[in-house]
């Protein structure tokens, strides 16, 4: 991605199995794509459930193999985060864990409340003490003050209060309880291995551990595994389902299958569809690595202009490169990107990427690509133009920051100095995310592109509010 | 790579430019795929020289903005490590800096000294205290006894004594000398900032910091820079020059540019000379990401079949990944690489690396290919079997665990289960290098593929000193 | 004092300073003797509060002067702590910082609570949740719930619910409060440095920050001071007063002034008391530094046997010190105490300490000391034995730890191997503390030596729960 | 001592016990008072020395378990070290361990050597390089220099170089070395543990580890300890002996025995000999504490005015507190010392201490006894002025620091603002060491008083290297 589009959260639980935390930990290793802020797993033994949270990768977090120990039982929920809602304290990491009258409960959460303000103001008239600024925090206290016996009843009771994106994993010294909201934004795949059960926001988390892919839990579906086994129930309001297309897009990691299709083949399948829409006259089909891969193989092969790896990315930048000084900061997108000049000097070169946020890293990449000595440069983005701001659990910059909001395509292309500039269009994406015939069925939700939400939020009076998100 | 080849070291230096130690940790940065072990930076200011140098990645042991108020000056060179001599203790990390009669020197080495353990032993008889385990050790202890007058005479009487490999960077306080050993076994370029100049190991840190490529360093050759500007000199017996080949198969990054030519275009030209060698009716090109992308894109182009990224790599993995048990050991494949079953299921796949080393972890992306559904594997390398060690600093594994130094192809494709197997010949390697027709004066080292050294070992007495190598 | 009996905790606040966070930083650090295990300071500048709060002791925890930036304003208070309720996690650590429906508060709790666990119970079935397992934390849950319009009154409606000891400081964004519970269990002291409040645990800190001191908080108390100055109220139930003596005895610096009185010179009075009750022919008298020196010069005085300094501190002993091996744990004593045998050697020694816990600790003593050589080892304890729990803030071992509970005088002074062995009696104790002539009103708790709680315990149904005391 | 006069070093070995390093560490926890900048401790197994050396307290660096399983062995040698030659980098920390010809070889040092910057420039002539800035550098080059056979001959060797104060611990894989320079200056003892041979600093090393004082090494002796037992040579130059007075002054521990006496006793004679010398009519006598309680209990007994703990030293304080803030920086002396009211108020105080440097904490002491009521305050210092730097081992500040260089006794005590000051006399001192009977055989160093050196300094021709002494 020509920008940096922040990414929101993963979610991994096992149940029933002798090394649960070192389970989750791999899974939370291959769902580390969704959020690299923070992390943590909580596990029960079947007496008490133990933490352990932090800043960091999950690679760092865990780097003790001396932890496992200390988080001993046969079941755990884990969570990678980026800070969508709630700051970067550490005390803000999920899974959030608390004691209440009925005992312990964690509870990891991939997605966005939009009427968590609201709920927490009433909340604490009514004397309840936050300890997080996390929405999540939110379900928790909702639970804590139901008077439901069971426990279904009582997490169904705090759900029918909040709207918004989630997919959730309790977790109870006795149980793991897997929900995901009515409209399915979020991804949320159910698998098996051996006997025990397994909850992940992606495939690619059942895959690394060898388990078996069992079906996608349902939009507004709450699965509860215990001793006795799997129950599923849908005790939420029923909602026309919309998951999230920047899964897609994005987000999910191209060898995941969610929402339906393996996600490479998605992302290539765009790529066709951008060389349909958006055809031209080329030597060299180049991605910008990793992001634009497969759709400028798919772009390549729809439009049989040779694809070759012409920028090179430098496997050392973690996200979280830390530029020493004000003076060098101007090599950003050269510390990631070294362009190599055999494969662009003297070309016609189509960049493909899979969105344009600010336009800032475009402009420099394409700058550095013509300093290369590229004879002209097409730039081709495997999505629409994101103009609205998501509430369901993407972290996107405002309105203000984003490029596309304010700006026509042909601005954009001036901005970022390339000769031509195509975007894929909405229908175009829908038509290769559910093929032609199936256009009418085809219900993810594209707020981000045309402004038309699923799911409306409330009205706020605070101003300061608004600009949250 | 399918194993493990370990890799060697990168220098940078960098004289006449006011942020000279930001400059060098750029270059180190951009060279940080020579060497993870350690990294370090000396910084002269005219009147002294400051060192930082530490275990770890460059970004982690440079993280503090302080440090470079605390490495002022115009000049700097700078170091990333792998450990060939010389153990994982802090004190060996380079630049090496002592002082000495004559002031202050440090030096940066690349490369591997043949008789430095016959000098040592020498020295010590005369009194010399060494400090470190480093054979570049050997060259200040040489340096501090010599009588010459000049830098460069003290410098040219120490290589003098020296057999091996080195392309060695010093800094005095108001010098800096690059000398490369008359065989040229490792790069070392010489570019240009602004008035600054700049020696670097690969030309992708001349692009990171933006600095023009002015030309290699020869075999043999060594240049001086100071304030009254360069001087190159020859002082050291002529050699047949013998590039290290495996730098174009494996080392130097593909956006760089050594011994003439740029690398990706190199490794393309082998994997399109793997195709006219090791032709196979397939239904898809599949590289191992990313050591084997350049030449899965030649070989696919050469066969026509179409190239897929049907093995995803997880970028959180470093490759300082530490399993946290036993148990969980066995996902060490999987944890940095999934297969895309899209691309792979009921195909017949072609499987694209650079080398194998022990063989086990060919064995294990097979079976995980297998089990995405492939219906035939093919394995093809872009370069000969590695049957022989090497005494040029390259870490390569003992012949013992060099699985073709000791197995016939044929074995060994039983062994990592292939359908079939091919390694691309020498005499390809060769002229896919230099072309068809400038075979004869193709003279690059291929000792590790061919037992031919060009520069002898002396023999040990000691048996125990040859369990070394 | 001959075994560790643990300490209690701590606090410090101040008013109306333009560096209220450094000055409560200094004050901590002259209480640290109440607490090692952790420390906190929430500071105010008028607007929000910020806290910074770590396991370790107070130099440690603010080592790095950029915290005080980061705690600006004019008003802080601050904490040390052993855990005496509440475990050793971080997120323990005091003071308390929580933010509700009015605002924001901050609470640093000296004491312990007699009914937390029951109030606690009561505010989780009503939904409640707690971050915490502090005491403490009940106080804000009340806190929380009350309708109260006036922050005093809120305060007070909590505290009226409470049980126990209690010596608080509250912080909001604008005001502080201090309230010493109806018995007085716990130190409280006012002062003033220019024109900033000042309330601590003891003199000691005023003195620290050369600030002038004013009176002590009285037993329910509740002092509030904001802009317009300082308000005293009387808010809560009235009880009969009831110090703890065991602050006289070993708690508090001997330097500070508590409950009207200095403590070097109680503590000396508790010594010639003890010469009155339990003389002994010998030839030096000899602490155990330093807990029992003010005694030992009493003891000395009053028998006119010679003072002497015969077992010398290692001063580079923490109470944290951690032996590293099983094989040398037994150097426990030696490590921290030697004899100076010129003083011992052939002597009559009269050994002087504030308490014995367990024995264990006496016992090495006093063989070290017939090893250095002494003809005959006379113990002298300047309080009564201690054969009960306390249920006011400090950490005894139970009542199967402490020797004096289950053993006769006797007993231990076979079990220590002195050859006599005299405790203080209670009157003794009193007298000395109040003077022979204010017996009648000298009404300090005594409960840990007679067993008489001035504050009756709610009886718990859950046996376990006693075990915690 | 009222101003701080910085330390030397502290050594300990041990040869033959099955837990070395173990015994070490114990035995460095003894000596910390020698030492508080770093410490270290070099092991052998008999084949090779491994080594752990920091900065920080014993106690601090060896807090890891885990750090004695990677020193195995059956002998050790420690230090303890403030930075008398050598600055503070961590490569300076003693033991240090070298490899040479012959083998491995460590070396700890307490002293100063006064011709070794002589020396470096000689052996850098011949090509040695250095890598430490310390002293004790020179005598391993000087080793490995020499061509004799044994190895108590190039010690010998090399010690025959080098002039100053030396007491040496070396290790090699099999034997242990001691030496104490001919002019005794620093104490070196001799122990055994069982069948182990222990030589420290101290005697109070000895009782840590319940080892039995055999006798005090010799001036000029070298003992040499291998598997055959213990050797004892003279190879030196005869000298008369000139043990340092300043041992019994301030820098022994109370509670050893070193030049043939117990220290406390010493310190006490010091006391009573002051109090013979300047009596004075008062009404209490007060230690700072703690070097000056021994002298302080002497004054009390021998003028009858009573002894009293008037100082309370805030024990938490370590010698490395960091003050957080300029703004504050003036609680130095308050953060460490708070006067008991009572004591002092309306009262004639006696201040007794050891020492006075620059006069500054003096100053302050008085100011802040004389605010806690003192009529008057008389101050009696148990040694004479301090007019000449230490060229054998103490750091003490130049003589431009030191106020009794400068400044006569009448003018100090205007400084420092007391009513009477004494200081004791070196006939008094001498006569209170030796016994007056024995005043011709009292050949200690008193140099640092009376500008007599035992042992003459090389003049140096850079005039900046006086200014290092």
Same mark, same amino acid.
């Given at each position: 991605?020509?920008?940096?589009?922040?990414?929101?959260?993963?979610?991994?639980?096992i149940?029933?199995?002798?090394?649960?935390?070192?389970?989750?930990?791999?899974?939370?290793?291959?769902?580390?794509?969704?959020?690299?802020?923070?992390?943590?797993?909580?596990? $029960? *033994?079947?007496? @008490?459930? /133990?933490?352990?949270?932090?800043?960091?990768? +999950?690679?760092?977090?865990?780097?003790?193999?001396? &932890?496992?120990?200390?988080?001993?039982?046969?079941?755990?929920?884990?969570?990678?985060?980026?800070?969508?809602?709630?700051?970067?304290?550490?005390?803000?990491?999920?899974?959030?864990?608390?004691?209440?009258?009925?005992?312990?409960?964690?509870?990891?959460?991939?997605?966005?409340?939009?009427?968590?303000?609201?709920?927490?103001?009433?909340?604490?008239?009514?004397?309840?003490?936050?300890?997080?600024?996390?929405?999540?925090?939110?379900?928790?206290?909702?639970?804590?003050?139901?008077? $439901? *016996?069971?426990? @279904?009843? /009582?997490?169904?009771?705090?759900?029918?209060? +909040?709207?918004?994106?989630?997919?959730?994993?309790? &977790?109870?010294?006795?149980?793991?309880?897997?929900?995901?909201?009515?409209?399915?934004?979020?991804?949320?795949i159910l698998g098996k291995l051996d006997g025990a059960y397994v909850?992940a926001?992606?495939t690619?988390a059942l895959d690394l551990i060898e388990a078996e892919f069992i079906r996608?839990?349902?939009?507004?579906?709450?699965?509860?595994?215990?001793?006795?086994?799997?129950?599923?129930?849908?005790?939420?309001?029923?909602?026309?389902?919309?998951?999230?297309?920047?899964?897609?897009?994005?987000?999910?990691?191209?060898? @995941?299958t969610?929402?339906?299709?393996?996600?490479?083949? +998605?992302?290539?399948?765009?790529?066709?569809?951008?060389?349909?829409?958006?055809?031209?006259?080329?030597?060299?089909?180049?991605?910008?690595?990793?992001?634009?891969?497969?759709?400028?193989?798919?772009?390549?092969?729809?439009?049989?202009?040779?694809?070759?790896?012409?920028?090179?990315?430098?496997?050392?930048?973690?996200?979280?490169?830390?530029?020493?000084?004000?003076?060098?900061?101007?090599?950003?997108?050269?510390?990631?990107?070294?362009?190599?000049?055999?494969?662009?000097?003297?070309?016609?070169?189509?960049?493909?990427?899979?969105?344009?946020?600010?336009?800032?890293?475009?402009?420099?990449?394409?700058?550095?690509?013509?300093?290369?000595?590229?004879?002209?440069?097409?730039?081709?983005?495997?999505?629409?133009?994101?103009?609205?701001?998501?509430?369901?659990?993407?972290?996107?910059?405002?309105?203000?920051?984003?490029?596309?909001?304010?700006?026509?395509?042909?601005?954009?292309?001036?901005?970022?100095?390339?000769?031509?500039?195509?975007?894929?269009?909405?229908?175009?994406?829908?038509?290769?995310?559910?093929?032609?015939?199936?256009?009418?069925?085809?219900?993810?939700?594209?707020?981000?592109?045309?402004?038309?939400?699923?799911?409306?939020?409330?009205?706020?009076?605070?101003?300061?509010?608004?600009?949250?998100?």
């Amino acid at each position: 991605m020509f920008d940096k589009l922040e990414e929101e959260c993963g979610v991994f639980g096992i149940y029933g199995h002798p090394e649960a935390a070192n389970m989750t930990y791999l899974g939370l290793y291959s769902l580390q794509h969704r959020g690299q802020e923070s992390c943590g797993i909580v596990a $029960s *033994d079947g007496h @008490s459930l /133990r933490a352990h949270r932090k800043s960091g990768l +999950v690679a760092d977090v865990f780097r003790d193999p001396v &932890l496992f120990e200390r988080l001993p039982g046969q079941s755990a929920i884990g969570h990678v985060r980026y800070s969508t809602a709630g700051g970067n304290d550490e005390k803000n990491c999920q899974p959030i864990m608390v004691d209440y009258v009925r005992g312990s409960i964690a509870v990891a959460h991939n997605g966005n409340l939009i009427n968590a303000q609201e709920l927490r103001n009433e909340l604490e008239q009514l004397g309840s003490i936050f300890s997080t600024v996390a929405d999540t925090e939110v379900i928790i206290h909702l639970l804590a003050r139901t008077q $439901s *016996d069971s426990l @279904s009843e /009582r997490i169904a009771d705090a759900l029918r209060r +909040v709207r918004g994106a989630y997919s959730l994993l309790f &977790l109870t010294e006795t149980r793991m309880v897997a929900v995901r909201d009515p409209n399915g934004f979020r991804p949320l795949i159910l698998g098996k291995l051996d006997g025990a059960y397994v909850v992940a926001s992606e495939t690619c988390a059942l895959d690394l551990i060898e388990a078996e892919f069992i079906r996608e839990i349902e939009p507004g579906e709450m699965i509860i595994i215990d001793k006795k086994g799997l129950h599923s129930l849908f005790p939420l309001e029923v909602a026309q389902p919309s998951p999230c297309i920047f899964e897609y897009i994005y987000f999910a990691r191209p060898d @995941s299958t969610i929402f339906g299709r393996e996600v490479y083949g +998605v992302r290539k399948e765009y790529g066709r569809q951008l060389a349909r829409e958006f055809p031209v006259e080329a030597d060299v089909v180049v991605p910008i690595p990793d992001s634009g891969v497969p759709a400028a193989i798919g772009y390549a092969e729809q439009s049989g202009i040779p694809f070759e790896l012409g920028l090179i990315r430098n496997h050392y930048v973690g996200r979280t490169f830390i530029e020493p000084q004000q003076s060098i900061r101007h090599f950003g997108v050269k510390i990631k990107l070294n362009p190599v000049r055999e494969v662009i000097e003297g070309k016609r070169v189509v960049v493909i990427d899979d969105s344009i946020v600010r336009g800032t890293t475009a402009r420099k990449i394409i700058k550095m690509i013509r300093h290369a000595g590229a004879k002209e440069v097409h730039v081709r983005i495997s999505s629409p133009p994101t103009s609205y701001p998501c509430y369901y659990g993407i972290d996107t910059p405002t309105r203000t920051e984003l490029i596309s909001s304010s700006h026509s395509i042909e601005e954009i292309n001036r901005y970022i100095t390339s000769d031509t500039l195509g975007y894929l269009s909405i229908e175009g994406l829908l038509k290769a995310t559910c093929g032609s015939e199936n256009l009418e069925q085809c219900h993810f939700c594209t707020a981000c592109f045309c402004g038309r939400y699923p799911l409306k939020f409330p009205r706020l009076k605070d101003d300061r509010q608004l600009g949250l998100f």
